[in-house]
């Protein structure tokens, strides 16, 4: 089983960096979040420009700040009108 990506968060921005590849969204302009539960849970983010990021949840367990900024941030978004769409998929 391969390593979750190394996630940081500054102030309106959440990266998740991969073996390969780093994705970024803007937390403060986030149209999407959605639960993929199943044998691989993952969170995916989408920002208004169309940037995404998936992060393992156990990222977000094993640091309940970081839980804390991302909630922080989707309320932002929701109180903006940007959320457009927050999905739960078993």
């Not at 089983?1 to 937390?27: C, D, E, F």
């Not at 970081?66 to 739960?88: N, Q």
Request: glycine share 6%; hydrophobic share 40%.
């Amino acid at each position: 089983m391969g390593r979750p990506p190394k996630v940081s968060a500054y102030p309106g921005l959440l990266t998740a960096r991969g073996l390969v590849r780093s994705h970024h969204v803007h937390t403060d302009r986030l149209v999407s979040v959605a639960w993929h539960d199943g044998i691989a849970q993952r969170l995916l983010l989408e920002d208004i420009d169309g940037n995404r990021a998936e992060v393992d949840p156990r990222v977000f367990a094993a640091n309940p700040s970081l839980w804390h900024f991302l909630d922080r941030y989707i309320r932002t978004s929701l109180s903006r009108g940007t959320m457009r769409c927050v999905l739960y998929r078993a």
